[in-house]
C-alpha cells in the first residue's frame, strides 16, 4: 500500500483544483487570439464587426452578429477596462471578445471553449513534492508601493508591476532577495527566474507565498510554483519577473514546460 503523506495529499488536492481552473470553458486554454486595436475601424479574424480604439475607449461596429448580455449589438458600441484590466465584453456565438488594456493600448483577445489547446489538455507536468523546497523567507515591505516597468510575454508590449517590498530567502547556500507583488490576502507573489528555465521550464514562473506573520517571515513552498498563462498560449501578456529576480540554481519543484 502507498502511503501518502499530508504534504503530497495537500498538494494533490491543491495541483488537481488548479488544473480544474485552468480547463473552464472561457480559463487559459481557450485563448485563440489576440489582436490590437487600430485606430480606423478594422475587421478581426474571427470576428464580425469593425473594430478600433481612440485613447479613452474601445469601439465596435456589428449588425446583430455580436451580443451583448445576451442581446444582439446593431450599430455602435463601445467599452473601457483599467490598465492590466480586462472585460468580459461581447460574445459570438460562444467566442468571447475580451477587452484588456495593455501598456495603454487597447486589445480583443478572443477566448473560444474548442480551443486545441483545450482539447489537447492532459495536465500539466510537475517536479516530484519535496519538502526541501519549503522555506521561510522575511518581508521587508517598501515604505510606499513602487512602479516598475518590466518586459513581457510579448516582444511588443511593456508593463509596470506595483512592487511592495523585497523578501529574503536562502538556497542552496546562498542568500537571495526577490522583489514582490501583493497576491491578496496577506500573501506576495514572487516570479523570477532559475536555472530550469528553457529546458525544463517556462522561462519564468511565480509562486504565492504564505501569509505574511507578525515578524515579517513569510513562508515560501515552490511544490506550488506555477506557470504563467504565457506557458499555455501564444497570445499571453504576462509580465516578466523584475530585474534582479533571478535564481541562481535549479528549482526543481512545482509546474514543469507544457509540451
Not at 522575511?138 to 516582444?155: C, F, G, L, M, N
Amino acid at each position: 500500500m502507498t502511503v501518502v503523506s499530508d504534504l503530497e495529499q495537500d498538494w494533490q488536492t491543491w495541483h488537481a483544483a488548479r488544473e480544474q481552473d485552468l480547463d473552464t470553458d472561457y480559463g487559459w486554454l481557450s485563448i485563440a487570439a489576440f489582436d490590437w486595436l487600430p485606430s480606423a475601424p478594422t475587421a478581426l479574424p474571427g470576428l464580425p464587426g469593425r473594430w478600433w480604439a481612440d485613447a479613452e475607449r474601445a469601439h465596435v461596429r456589428a449588425e446583430g452578429e455580436l451580443t451583448l448580455g445576451g442581446e444582439p449589438v446593431h450599430g455602435e458600441t463601445a467599452a473601457s477596462v483599467a490598465e492590466a484590466g480586462s472585460l468580459s465584453w461581447l460574445l459570438h456565438g460562444d467566442r468571447l471578445a475580451e477587452l484588456v488594456l495593455r501598456g495603454g493600448r487597447y486589445a480583443v483577445r478572443q477566448r473560444d471553449p474548442r480551443t486545441a489547446t483545450r482539447r489537447d489538455f492532459t495536465g500539466v507536468p510537475t517536479y516530484p513534492v519535496d519538502p526541501d523546497w519549503i522555506v521561510r523567507g522575511y518581508y521587508t515591505p517598501y515604505a510606499t508601493p513602487q512602479k516598475v516597468e518590466v518586459s513581457t510575454a510579448r516582444d511588443d508590449l511593456r508593463q509596470h508591476v506595483t512592487a511592495v517590498g523585497t523578501v529574503h530567502v536562502a538556497l542552496g547556500g546562498s542568500a537571495y532577495e526577490l522583489v514582490a507583488t501583493a497576491a491578496g490576502s496577506g500573501r506576495l507573489a514572487l516570479s523570477f527566474h532559475d536555472k530550469t528555465n528553457g529546458e525544463e521550464t517556462a522561462p519564468w514562473r511565480t509562486v504565492t507565498t504564505g501569509i505574511v506573520e507578525r515578524d515579517q517571515s513569510v513562508l515560501i513552498d515552490f511544490n506550488r510554483t506555477i506557470n504563467l498563462p504565457f506557458a499555455f498560449t501564444a497570445y499571453g501578456t504576462c509580465p516578466a519577473p523584475v530585474a534582479g529576480n533571478r535564481l541562481g540554481l535549479p528549482v526543481t519543484a512545482g509546474e514543469k514546460k507544457v509540451r
